[in-house]
């Protein structure tokens, strides 16, 4: 029997290892869905700007939460807040629940 687990990059939050950026910095972040579910993934403490969603990049929305549908890569932009540990993690509670968030560390 597979247990119901729900991982980024592979790990729970249990294991997760960190996206580390410094404050300023800007970076982007691929949410590469490789489930038959869709996930909202939500960023804390930060606005990013959604810039490809598989057809090519465009000056997208700014929001903390962006929708990445089954089989799909979407791909935000962000500039690094203040140095803090930052929860990045689906808001589909049972998958939350499960393991699936990690953080942006900033320094
Ligand atoms: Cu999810």
Redesign the pocket.
């Known amino acids: 029997m597979q247990p119901y687990v729900?991982t980024i990059n592979g790990a729970t939050w249990a294991n997760h290892i960190p996206v580390t950026a410094k404050s300023g910095e800007r970076l982007e972040i691929i949410f590469h869905n490789m489930s038959m579910?869709?996930?909202?993934m939500h960023l804390h403490g930060h606005s990013f700007q959604v810039v490809d969603t598989g057809s090519g990049r465009f000056s997208g929305a700014l929001r903390d939460t962006v929708f990445v549908p089954p089989m799909a890569k979407v791909t935000v932009a962000l500039d690094a807040g203040e140095a803090a540990s930052w929860m990045l993690h689906?808001h589909?509670m049972p998958?939350?629940a499960s393991g699936?968030m990690t953080e942006l560390l900033v320094s």
Do not use: N, R
């Not at 579910?37 to 909202?40: A, I, L, Q, V």
């Open positions: 729900w579910m869709g996930h909202p689906c589909h998958h939350l699936m």
